[in-house]
């Protein structure tokens, strides 16, 4: 059944719909890996790819503007989605450190990935995107032997 609200929403263009889905295997990636590191960057990735899709949604780039994180520009187009930019620019420094060879928990790894998850239908909701089948309620168990404070 279509409502008014939904007649008033404009469409969700392809590359929108891309990004969202991309999100959302980078999202299952995460679930399949045994290493933390591993699965802390893909969750991050995962939710950076949906923040992506809701600000490619409601902006309109323009020539002259100059580039910035999605996690600054986000609570400029979606006010209600503030808190989640600041937790995620958090976990951009911290992703940083693992980059450069630091270690994650697996613990943080599956706490970042369930937030991604979390977020991502977050987004595809604002976005008036139907529901994907959720993301396996069993992830891999991380490797003993490659998380460093597991």
């Given at each position: 059944?279509?409502?008014a609200?939904?007649?008033?929403?404009?469409?969700?263009?392809?590359?929108v719909?891309?990004?969202?889905?991309?999100?959302?295997?980078?999202?299952?990636?995460a679930?399949?890996?045994s290493?933390a590191s591993?699965?802390?960057?893909?969750?991050?990735?995962?939710?950076?790819?949906?923040?992506?899709?809701?600000?490619?949604?409601?902006?309109?780039?323009s020539?002259?503007?100059?580039?910035?994180?999605?996690?600054q520009?986000l609570?400029g187009?979606?006010?209600e989605?503030g808190?989640?930019?600041a937790?995620?620019?958090?976990?951009?420094?911290h992703?940083?450190?693992?980059d450069?060879?630091g270690?994650?928990?697996?613990?943080?790894?599956?706490?970042?990935?369930?937030q991604?998850?979390?977020?991502?239908?977050?987004?595809?909701?604002?976005?008036?995107?139907p529901?994907?089948i959720?993301l396996p309620?069993s992830?891999?168990?991380?490797?003993?032997?490659?998380?460093?404070g597991a």
């Amino acid at each position: 059944m279509t409502t008014a609200h939904d007649l008033r929403r404009p469409p969700i263009s392809v590359a929108v719909l891309d990004l969202l889905e991309r999100g959302r295997a980078t999202l299952e990636t995460a679930c399949r890996t045994s290493d933390a590191s591993e699965r802390y960057r893909d969750a991050h990735l995962g939710a950076l790819r949906a923040a992506a899709a809701l600000v490619a949604a409601r902006t309109v780039p323009s020539p002259r503007s100059r580039p910035r994180s999605v996690w600054q520009v986000l609570p400029g187009v979606a006010p209600e989605l503030g808190e989640w930019a600041a937790f995620f620019a958090a976990c951009s420094a911290h992703r940083s450190v693992i980059d450069r060879g630091g270690h994650i928990s697996a613990r943080e790894s599956d706490d970042l990935l369930r937030q991604a998850e979390m977020f991502l239908e977050i987004v595809q909701d604002l976005l008036g995107v139907p529901a994907t089948i959720p993301l396996p309620q069993s992830i891999t168990p991380v490797s003993r032997s490659r998380a460093s404070g597991a």
